[in-house]
């Protein structure tokens, strides 16, 4: 939802209906930060990203960059705050143990 009189754009909307889905906490320095997306584009133009850059395709090349390197599906799904069936259904073939077995059956 976005406010155009103050220019704050918030995750969900007021009066959102509560799921068991559940976003991780954005931490920095130890301490959660409150409101994540209205310092975004000041941490996206220090760091140099282009505009395109959002969250959410960080949290995707995150997803495939851990999975490329071997980190086990359930820890990887812990630290982006998804379930291990959600990982592994999206991002699974990044692993390189994705269809090991398969692949050596004779």
Request: with cysteine; glycine share 6%.
């Amino acid at each position: 939802m976005v406010n155009l009189e103050t220019g704050v754009m918030e995750r969900k909307e007021r009066g959102h209906v509560e799921t068991k889905k559940r976003a991780p906490a954005v931490h920095f320095r130890g301490s959660q930060i409150k409101r994540p997306c209205s310092s975004w584009e000041r941490v996206r133009r220090n760091a140099g990203l282009p505009d395109y850059v959002t969250p959410h395709i960080l949290r995707h090349s995150r997803a495939t960059t851990m999975l490329k390197a071997g980190v086990a599906p359930w820890e990887t799904a812990n630290a982006l705050g998804m379930s291990l069936q959600v990982l592994i259904s999206t991002y699974g073939h990044h692993h390189p143990d994705w269809q090991k077995d398969a692949a050596n059956a004779r």
